[in-house]
């Protein structure tokens, strides 16, 4: 267990709230997981963005392979650089966008329903394929995440590829935005408070990236809802979240059951934080 970046890096990350490229997986490692996903894909019958039972969200409870990838030595390093030899996920979700189609994400911070205290989750953003401008990779705007917290309204778009659509309301400059593309097999890492989105891909390629929420287990739940992480890394020693499993096998009736659980519960926290949003009664 070690922290990868330099202090030069470290530095940037905390200064402009993000970080890429940061090279992590080999191009046969790449070969592996992908491959993964698109048989199950053709096992299933259709993409695994679309599919039903919430697949793409927490789907390191469901397959082996996907837990494997989401403790990536290399992964982990980079994030404990930023945050700390113990590590937990809190979330994680995998992000598909299909050749030519209308699949973007609105400008948002990953916190917004999150609730966690202090805000020092990191998202690790897993680039399964090339991530381009024209495949609509991540746009971020370099130190948004000074601005803290900002309220977000949620919107119907066609094709917002976030939960609610939400959609930051503080007016900000976006043609300071910076590009984040990455190539398959690179990370970038980005603070939960920077304001990113991303368009439409425009090519003829899929786009697969798995951004998986890595926090310290000092972060608490700011709402009632208990919900589960998965410790990947360390120790807990503060036990506000309730420890997953790893998968048992993959998408079999064990692993299933757990992340039905575990995304009931993080979706019912979300759901109550938006609430508590709208009434202006955040707590943090």
Not at 123 to 139: F, H, Q, R, S, Y
Request: proline share 7%; aromatic share 8%.
């Amino acid at each position: 267990m070690t922290a990868s970046l330099s202090p030069v890096q470290v530095a940037q990350y905390q200064r402009d709230g993000f970080l890429f490229p940061v090279d992590c997986l080999t191009p046969e490692e790449v070969g592996h997981y992908r491959s993964r996903l698109e048989a199950f894909e053709r096992e299933q019958g259709d993409t695994f963005g679309k599919l039903p039972g919430l697949v793409r969200s927490k789907s390191h409870l469901l397959f082996t392979w996907m837990d494997e990838l989401v403790r990536h030595p290399k992964v982990l390093d980079a994030v404990e650089s930023v945050i700390g030899p113990n590590i937990l996920i809190y979330h994680l979700t995998s992000w598909l966008k299909e050749p030519n189609e209308p699949s973007h994400v609105s400008w948002h911070q990953d916190g917004t329903y999150f609730g966690l205290d202090p805000a020092e989750q990191i998202t690790a953003w897993i680039a399964l394929t090339d991530a381009t401008p024209e495949m609509g990779c991540i746009k971020i705007l370099p130190g948004s995440h000074v601005i803290g917290q900002k309220p977000h309204k949620d919107t119907a778009t066609p094709g917002n590829l976030l939960s609610r659509g939400q959609t930051i309301q503080h007016r900000l400059d976006y043609s300071r935005h910076v590009m984040m593309p990455l190539k398959a097999g690179q990370i970038s890492l980005h603070h939960t408070h920077i304001v990113h989105s991303s368009e439409p891909n425009q090519t003829d390629r899929r786009r697969i990236g798995i951004g998986v929420s890595y926090i310290p287990p000092h972060c608490r739940l700011v709402n009632d809802v208990r919900v589960t992480a998965a410790l990947v890394r360390g120790r807990d020693e503060y036990g506000h979240f309730d420890l997953e499993p790893r998968p048992t096998g993959d998408f079999d009736a064990g692993s299933r059951a757990v992340h039905a659980a575990a995304v009931e519960q993080f979706f019912e926290s979300n759901k109550l934080l938006a609430a508590r949003r709208r009434s202006g009664n955040v707590g943090i």
